[in-house]
Every structure is written in structure tokens, then in C-alpha cells.
């Protein structure tokens, strides 16, 4: 594979941790959180224990203090093990970013110390059952009240939603004026006519839990909105370009691990007497797929670059988005192939990848709303 540059030996050293933890923690009750749905509370309060929660966040809120490529690392080895239940990137890499940045003292130091040892888990909550990448469109509606704000609607979809103890809630402030009425509150799930759903059953995602949350009348202290009333959606597009790049480390990470496991099957599994791998066919299908990561994986490396430069774009990160995932989902669905009917076994990680990998085309903003995002720019 071509050498990557990115990374320094700090951030290798947390590989080795992070991959023991994966490893040990978290594999082995993989296939119980997906029957049940949902992943063991405890792995949240040993991940923050360990230092993997909010890695990027500084140290006087109990993060790490390190960069955005250590949350990387960390991204990357859960992929490498295709345990796909854990939504610590979401929390760490989405959520308390939107609270460290457009959040007051109050907020910070209220919440985000909790979020780095696992105590409070974070949600946020964009999509509604009307309204998906088009966040515009969102019905949620917050009307000021004294020192409050009445918080009305529903969310769908919502990744870490039924572990949650604090959502980021995207709703209208002022629903006559377009993309100037949306505003950003933090929730706290304890709040009354505030409820979780029902978790939702996925085709792929099992371990996640994904629920839908409900909001009646919730009295949201005026304390707990993010920056500017009004100023939401452009602190959504501000944040945007990274959650996409995320979904771009782990497409990358996951054709990674799906090529190495299809490599070690083909090398064991025999037709007519040798192993398949040694078939022109599949040898140049093996062939194929390892181009694609590798030319997927410059790509993604550089947009990181850029990214610590504080120079990415949006028409960047969504084509980083749009042609991984679109990468993703075509190579591990040759993998599946590769692996013949155990490939529709549920058993082999190959097809729990193949799996999960659909909903990448779709979370984080569909790729069709991505090809509109990079057109935009030509």
C-alpha cells in the first residue's frame, strides 16, 4: 500500500491502544448488542475512561487535546473491526463540536466534561419524517417564552437517540424566514415532554440504536441555544464538511477491512482443486478493489490535510463523501460475490460491511444532494 504521511507517532501509539480496545471491548459482544439492538451502556463509561471519548476536545473539558487526527484513528480502527454499533464518533466528532464552538462557558462546562468520560451520551436531531437533507424544510418549531423556549415537533432516524441524554435540536425560530429562522438548541433528555421513540429496526446499522424523539411543549431554558437565535443553519453548514469527511474516513477504513478479509477467503477457499484466488477472474477483481482504496485513500488523506489547514470546502468534503461511498458500497458488494453463499451469511463480517455500508449513500446528506453541492462549484 502506498506509505500514508498523515499521521505521527503519538497518533500511532493511540492506534495500537484503540485497537486493543476494539478488540477486546467491543468485539466479542458485537453480535449480542446487534440482537438486542443497542450496545451495552458500560462500553460508553470505558471508552471515556480510556481517553477515546472527545479526543479532539481540549483538556480543560476533559478531552484529550488532541487533533482531529486522533478522533481519525479512532474512527478508523472501529471500522477495521466492522462494529458498527458505537456512535462515538457522532458524539465525539459532531456533537460536542457544535456545543465547544457555538455553545456558551455555561454549556461547555455543564455538558461536555460528561461527554468525555461517557457519562452523558450525545445525539443530534435534524431529519424529520418530512424533511431529510433538506434541513430548511424542518417543521420543529422553538417559540420564546420569558426565559424559555417552547419546544414543539419530532425527529426521525437519530443515531445514539435512545441512549441519549443530550440532543442537538435543529428547529424554527422563525418559520417566514427561510434559512435565517433556524436555530440550534441543546436538550437535555430529562427535560418534561421531551420522549424517546421506539428504536428503529435497520436493514443494516443493527447495534446502533436509532430512534425517533418527540417534543411536546418542552421548556428549553433560553441558556441552551447555541450561538445566535437565527444563526443555526449556518453553523450546520459550517460543521457540515467534517461529518461528511467522517463518513469518508470510515467508507475508506471499511473497504479496507472488507479487501482483507475477501484476500484470506479466497486464499483458503478451493474450486476444482485450487484456490480461488488464483483464478484470472477473481484475481482481477482483488486487483480492482485495491486500486479503488488506494486511489479513495489519497484522496480522503489530502481532504484531511486540508481539513488541519482549515482550508476544506464543502465541494470537497462532498465529493470526498459522494465517490467513497458510492466506492464503498460497490466493492464490498464484489466481495460479497467473491465469498459466494457464504457472503449472505450473516455470520461473516463481510456481509454485516456490505450491510451497513448502504446507508453511507444516505446519512450526512444523500450523494444526489452531494452532486448538487459539488455543481454548485464547477
Not at 47 to 69: H, T, V, W
Not at 187 to 204: E, I, N, Q
Not at 256 to 269: F, I, S
Request: proline share 3%.
Amino acid at each position: 500500500m502506498i506509505p500514508r504521511t498523515l499521521f505521527a507517532e503519538e497518533h500511532e501509539m493511540l492506534r495500537e491502544a484503540a485497537r486493543r480496545f476494539m478488540e477486546t471491548e467491543v468485539a466479542p459482544h458485537n453480535e449480542r448488542w446487534e440482537e438486542q439492538g443497542y450496545v451495552d451502556r458500560k462500553v460508553w463509561l470505558k471508552a471515556g475512561a480510556a481517553g477515546f471519548l472527545c479526543a479532539s476536545m481540549p483538556e480543560q473539558y476533559g478531552g484529550a487535546g488532541g487533533d482531529k487526527l486522533y478522533s481519525v484513528v479512532l474512527m478508523e480502527e472501529q471500522a477495521r473491526i466492522g462494529c458498527t454499533g458505537l456512535g462515538f464518533g457522532l458524539h465525539s466528532e459532531i456533537v460536542a463540536p457544535y456545543i465547544e464552538h457555538y455553545g456558551s462557558e455555561y454549556l461547555k462546562s455543564t455538558y461536555l466534561p460528561k461527554m468525555a468520560t461517557g457519562e452523558m451520551i450525545g445525539a443530534i436531531a435534524m431529519t424529520e419524517p418530512g424533511a431529510g437533507s433538506d434541513l430548511q424544510g424542518v417543521k420543529t418549531t422553538a417559540v420564546r417564552d420569558g426565559g424559555h423556549y417552547l419546544l414543539n415537533g419530532s425527529k426521525t432516524f437519530i443515531t445514539n437517540g435512545w441512549h441519549a441524554d443530550l440532543v442537538i435540536v435543529v428547529a424554527k425560530t422563525d418559520p417566514e424566514a427561510g434559512s435565517k429562522g433556524i436555530s440550534l438548541f441543546v436538550v437535555d433528555t430529562s427535560m418534561p415532554g421531551f420522549s424517546k421513540g421506539k428504536r428503529l429496526k435497520k436493514a443494516g446499522l443493527k447495534a446502533q440504536d436509532t430512534s425517533e424523539l418527540f417534543f411536546d411543549n418542552v421548556r428549553v431554558p433560553a441558556a441552551n441555544l447555541l450561538g445566535e437565535e437565527g444563526h443555526g443553519f449556518k453553523y450546520l453548514m459550517q460543521e457540515l464538511p467534517w461529518e461528511r469527511l467522517q463518513i469518508s474516513v470510515t467508507s475508506i477504513a471499511s473497504v479496507e477491512a472488507g479487501l482483507e478479509w475477501t484476500l484470506a477467503y479466497t486464499r483458503d477457499r478451493k474450486a476444482f482443486k485450487r484456490p480461488i484466488g488464483e483464478f484470472q477472474t477473481v484475481a482481477h477483481a482483488l486487483a480492482e478493489i485495491r486500486t479503488d482504496l488506494e486511489l479513495g485513500r489519497v484522496f480522503v488523506d489530502r481532504c484531511l490535510q486540508l481539513l488541519m489547514e482549515g482550508k476544506l470546502d464543502a465541494a470537497t468534503a462532498s465529493m470526498a463523501k459522494y465517490w467513497t461511498t458510492e466506492m464503498q458500497f460497490r466493492t464490498l458488494d464484489r466481495c460479497v460475490q467473491l465469498h459466494g453463499g457464504y457472503g449472505f451469511m450473516w455470520e461473516y463480517p463481510i456481509t454485516r460491511a456490505w450491510a451497513d455500508s448502504r446507508v453511507q449513500r444516505i446519512y450526512g446528506g444523500t450523494n444526489e444532494i452531494m452532486k448538487e453541492l459539488i455543481s454548485r462549484n464547477l
